[in-house]
T-cell receptor, first 110, second 115 residues
Framework: DAKTTQPNSMESNEEEPVHLPCNHS???????IHWYRQLPSQGPEYVIH???SNVNNRMASLAIAEDRKSSTLILHRATLRDAAVYYC???????????FGTGTSLTVIP | EAGVAQSPRYKIIEKRQSVAFWCNPI?????LYWYQQILGQGPKLLIQ????????DSQLPKDRFSAERLKGVDSTLKIQPAKLEDSAVYLC?????????????FGPGTRLTVT
């Protein structure tokens, strides 16, 4: 399995930016980096994914290090609705496992 | 666009009983996944279908778990007989394809309690 390392928990003040880090030192050249989040009592929700270049969408931005061994999910203005567990996942074709790990539990403080 | 539907949402059974979960993926999605999520852990993939064929079932406890996806649309996951350690949320997800750039769409899950 392609493993990732994330902090267990983080806190952020409402309306401030949040940077959620992820280390993936064993990433291979063709692995995609996916981020999902899971709100309480709901199924995971896709946030963003990328391969090499930084990516932006309506939910967040994904900054990928030049060596691809780490990435950062950026929430530009945290809201209370962003309180969730955020999972960083490497997706590869070989083996095909979508390994979630334990993720980072984000608390947003009003 | 309708999301992934799952039923039932909650189920309580006694150990050694049988239980079945149903999933209807997003229309047109060829790939369907079943995950098991134990409290405090991330989801664990149990089985992946591509249309009506199994792509990966390496983590499915085949002595008690079975799954099928007849006609390549709906899917059913069954546990027979259930054990206490099967208490978990069972999540169904679908995606347009199985490639590494496709995102998965998850249903709300079925919370199973085995007593």
């Amino acid at each position: 399995d392609a493993k990732t390392t994330q902090p267990n928990s983080m806190e952020s003040n409402e309306e401030e930016p949040v940077h959620l880090p992820c280390n993936h030192s064993t990433i291979s050249g063709t692995d995609y980096i996916h981020w999902y989040r899971q709100l309480p009592s709901q199924g995971p929700e896709y946030v963003i994914h990328g391969l090499t270049s930084n990516v932006n969408n309506r939910m967040a931005s994904l900054a990928i290090a030049e060596d691809r061994k780490s990435s950062t999910l950026i929430l530009h203005r945290a809201t209370l609705r962003d309180a969730a567990v955020y999972y960083c996942i490497l997706r590869r074709d070989t083996g095909n496992q979508f390994y979630f790990g334990t993720g980072t539990s984000l608390t947003v403080i009003p | 666009e309708a999301g992934v539907a799952q039923s039932p949402r909650y189920k309580i059974i006694e150990k050694r009983q049988s239980v079945a979960f149903w999933c209807n993926p997003i229309s047109g999605h060829a790939t369907l996944y079943w995950y098991q999520q134990i409290l405090g852990q991330g989801p664990k993939l149990l089985i992946q279908f591509q249309n009506n064929g199994v792509v990966d079932d390496s983590q499915l406890p085949k002595d008690r778990f079975s799954a099928e996806r007849l006609k390549g649309v709906d899917s059913t996951l069954k546990i027979q007989p259930a054990k206490l350690e099967d208490s978990a949320v069972y999540l169904c997800a679908s995606s347009k394809g199985q490639g590494r750039s496709y995102e998965q769409y998850f249903g709300p899950g079925t919370r199973l309690t085995v007593t």
